[in-house]
């Protein structure tokens, strides 16, 4: 894998590879995800965009208007996986045959209703058989297209309109599924949890990785949705902050079999401060409600752990 | 080369059927810049280039792509397609951009 | 020189990818088109084919494969049967409005339930209106033949639409017969190279497939893909003809069989056809004027076409090997009915369902409603609705 040197400036200065003029809402964390992994294929390099349906493709492709840059396929929401890998499959027949000479790089995106959820038998056959493409989900913690549907990438106890807070009712009762491990467990080369930090170096770098190394990758990168979490979306850099300094959301990746934690806050956040911030985790802070939130605590806290003893293993 | 009713500027809702780009595909690249965002825009962004050290950090938490960037040095908002977010007002470090209420 | 062989309908669809060696097959293993993903794996372990197979973990990522290989630029073909079939659905409809010229092998297989594993229509007549030519086979021949037009007539650029090939499960896809094979270079030339206008993978130019389109754009989408639909028929007339110059095998949109002077028609697709020219013959020997109209073109529905050649029969049935739970009969059955009225033909009609989940359909089964056609052309039809052949009653 050719690994650059990461420059940020240059970077920046990169031509997009994501036209504006796309429908997403004002304050979108998915169209950042999208944006920032495009930038990581090399210059001069070509790609084959796709989508599940949702967000993104609604509003990046609206006929007649197309927001991408290089060439983009969209088929339906269950299938981003086995879609881009029959295109990744055509590559290979058509440069074997001496009709393709250009270097493409084949990347798919899906939220996480299309990927944790519907797409996920798709994505897991696209990445067991082994092509190579990389499968990035933009995990914003519910169907938000649909209008913030509760999916297996919710977090335990938020409001959504399928997981209503209410009297009889603390919000989604099941935690989170944990599909980076689900997808490490299919022995790929790559996969890794980032979200926006900083200058998005972490991202940068693990999407370079990902669309570099041979074979399959798996990206999950979490990006809020202001209007379904209920935050102000100035406050989105704050909120990645603070999920990645409570440890709800770990900077992790696991190369070749190998898990490696890529940020250990020198101190953990209380869950608090990353709930506190958001309007659908406004009833866990009604009184009597106490117990909610150390039960929240409790799961980051296994789960941090775990990550942990993968990362010493 | 792309006929001209096939490229987006000439497809709007007038348009005969014989006349789509077939299967609706579309052969433009980054077409959607033809669409005015700027429009939905309540509140917007206003840069104080005194202030601005050009640390980019702006550029790339900008969901529009509205952060141009050129010799090393960001430019004016891209207004055209700016939605008026706010996040890089959040991640900027040195106070530089400012929101101010309308277009 | 023609090759004269023994194989099955499976067999004789598999040597015409084998001659054909499309770029991708992604496919999924159900019976009984299952063999074919299987010859076509071991053409490429010995080197006989360079095609890439793609060993998809459903029928569902097989089709949505082959939407991205097909839009990637490579000629792509797939294979699958009954809940295969079914499970593909939403995205047959979504290669046929991206405008993809994708091949589909269909061993014809009930859909369940229950759970069984033979011939019915039920599969690929539930996809009827998801926007795919149907052609359908009598035998191992015709699904070979069948198969070696359908790149030429779905890749047409008046057509671009995809296009299953469909034929009986078991009785054509498992039963050995004899066939004629055309020599490779013949089929090579003849299929041609496939070179798309538009694809992702083409360097001078992006494409972008499968967009959200809001209502000022849909209809007419779906006014150009019924264009498509509706150009296909002469191109399929045009690609017969072609191949009949190679073949010396005359196709049409159906096949007509002692129909000309017929008083009495069956009307059917697929394998039972065979069975029927058996008991027109018999019946012929003694002074019966009864004949056949095969159907070998589903969609485009060649319904004009069909009601003009039924003129002159006084009482036609049409056969339905599909139960489409309409409480009216089947599909087959309400669209030739609903052309024979629009052309005002005369005659009575029954409507007939039969071979429902693999059940035979014998000579005598043919002669018994050749008898009834006679009797209905005298009495009229008296019964509502539509009656069933081959069931215990």
């Given amino acids: 894998m050719m690994e650059n040197k990461f420059n940020f400036k240059e970077i920046q200065e ?49 006929y007649p ?8 396929i ?23 045959r001496g009709k393709i000479k250009e270097n493409y790089k084949f990347i798919t995106f899906g939220g996480d209703g299309g990927t944790y959820d519907i797409g996920l038998q798709s994505l897991s056959g696209a990445m067991e058989r082994g092509h190579d493409m990389v499968y990035v989900c933009y995990d914003n913690g519910a169907y938000m297209n649909t209008g913030i549907q509760r999916s297996s990438a919710t977090p335990m106890y938020a409001d959504t309109t399928t997981t209503p807070a209410g009297t009889q009712s603390n919000g989604k009762p099941q935690v989170r599924k944990d599909l980076v ?33 041979e074979g399959p990758a798996f990206l999950n990168i979490m990006a809020p949705c202001p209007r379904g979490w209920r935050f102000e979306a100035a406050d989105m850099a704050e909120i990645c902050k603070l999920a990645v300094e409570t440890c709800y959301w770990p900077l992790f990746e696991v190369e070749n079999g190998k898990w490696i934690i890529n940020y250990e806050p020198k101190n953990k956040l209380p869950i608090e401060d990353f709930l506190k911030k958001q309007g659908r985790f406004k009833h866990l802070f009604k009184k009597g409600n106490e117990d909610l939130i150390v039960q929240f605590q409790e799961e980051v806290d296994r789960r941090w752990e775990e990550l942990k003893v993968k990362a010493n293993a | 080369m792309l006929e001209d009713k ?75 397609h700016c939605k008026g977010c706010g996040i890089c007002v959040g991640v900027c470090p040195f106070h530089a951009i400012t929101m101010k209420e309308g277009k | ?34 063999e074919l993903p299987q010859f076509v794996s071991n053409y490429i372990a010995n080197g006989e084919i360079d095609t890439e197979f793609i060993p998809v973990e459903s029928e569902h990522s097989s089709m949505s494969a082959a939407i991205g290989a097909s839009a990637a630029g490579a000629r792509t073909l797939t294979a699958t049967s009954s809940c295969g079939l079914a499970y593909m659905w939403e995205v047959l409809y979504v290669a046929a409005s991206d405008r993809l010229p994708i ?58 639409l995809p296009i299953m090939a469909c034929m009986d499960g078991f009785i054509t896809s498992h039963a050995v017969e004899n066939i004629t094979l055309l020599e490779d270079d013949l089929v090579k030339n003849f299929v041609g190279e496939y070179k798309p206008e538009h694809y992702l993978l083409n360097k001078d130019e992006v494409m972008a497939i499968g967009p959200y389109a809001v209502s000022n754009y849909c209809m007419e989408a779906k006014r150009a893909q019924a264009q498509a639909m509706m150009n296909a028929k002469q191109v399929i007339l045009d690609v017969a003809k072609e191949f009949e110059e190679m073949s010396g095998r005359k196709y049409g949109l159906f096949e007509e ?137």
């Fill in chain 1, 14 to 62: 990169r031509p997009e590879r994501l036209a504006p003029g796309h429908r997403m809402c004002a304050g979108c964390g998915g169209t950042i995800a999208v944006r920032n992994v495009l930038k990581a294929i090399h210059p001069g390099d070509k790609a084959v965009v796709g989508n599940a349906t949702g967000c993104l493709e609604v509003s990046s492709f609206t």
């Fill in chain 1, 65 to 72: 208007y197309n927001s991408y840059e290089d060439s983009y």
């Fill in chain 1, 74 to 96: 969209h088929s339906a929401f269950e299938n981003a996986g086995a879609t881009l890998a029959g295109a990744e499959t055509a590559y290979k027949a058509l440069q074997k």
């Fill in chain 1, 181 to 213: 491990a689900v997808m490490a467990a299919h022995n790929i080369p790559y996969t890794a949890q980032t979200t926006f930090i900083g200058n998005l170096k972490d991202l940068y770098v693990k999407s370079e990785k990902a669309i570099y190394t």
């Fill in chain 2, 6 to 80: 096939f490229k987006t500027e000439n497809i709007d809702e007038t348009v005969k059927w014989q006349d789509l780009t077939p299967g609706l595909q579309i052969y433009e690249n980054g077409s959607s810049k033809l669409f005015n965002t700027g429009e939905w825009r309540v509140n917007t962004p206003v840069i104080d280039f005194e202030k601005c050290k050009q640390c980019l950090l702006c550029v790339p938490y900008c969901p529009d792509s509205s952060i141009p960037v050129k010799d090393g040095k960001r430019l004016d908002f891209d207004y055209d």
């Fill in chain 3, 1 to 34: 020189m023609a090759i004269k062989e023994r194989m099955s309908g499976n067999e004789a669809v598999a040597y015409a990818i084998k001659q054909i060696n499309p770029d991708v097959m992604p496919a999924f293993p159900i019976t009984p088109s299952t």
């Fill in chain 3, 103 to 160: 091949a589909l092998a269909l061993v014809n297989r009930g859909l369940t339930g229950p759970l069984n594993i033979n011939c019915e229509h039920s599969d690929s007549m539930g996809a009827r209106d998801s926007g795919w030519i149907q052609i359908y086979a009598e035998n191992n021949q015709e699904a070979y033949d069948n198969f070696v037009m359908a790149y030429r007539i779905a890749e047409h650029k008046d057509v671009m």
């Fill in chain 3, 257 to 393: 069989y002692r129909l000309e002077d017929a008083d009495y028609a069956v009307v059917a697709i697929g394998s039972a056809c065979g069975t029927a020219k058996d008991a027109i013959d018999k019946l012929r020997e003694k002074g019966v004027k009864a004949g056949l109209l095969k159907v070998r073109v589903f969609r485009p529905f060649p319904g004009k076409e069909m009601a003009d050649a039924l003129a002159n029969c006084k009482a036609i049935a049409i056969m339905d090997r599909c139960e489409s739970y309409s409480a009216n009969g089947g599909p087959l059955s309400a669209e030739l009915g609903a052309a024979l009225f629009k052309n005002k033909n005369q005659a009575e009609v029954l409507n007939i369902v039969y071979g429902l989940s693999g059940r035979d359909m014998t000579v005598e089964d043919f002669e018994k409603i050749y008898e009834d056609l006679a009797d209905v052309a005298v009495n009229g039809v008296k019964e509502e609705g539509y009656r069933y052949v081959g069931v215990r009653e």
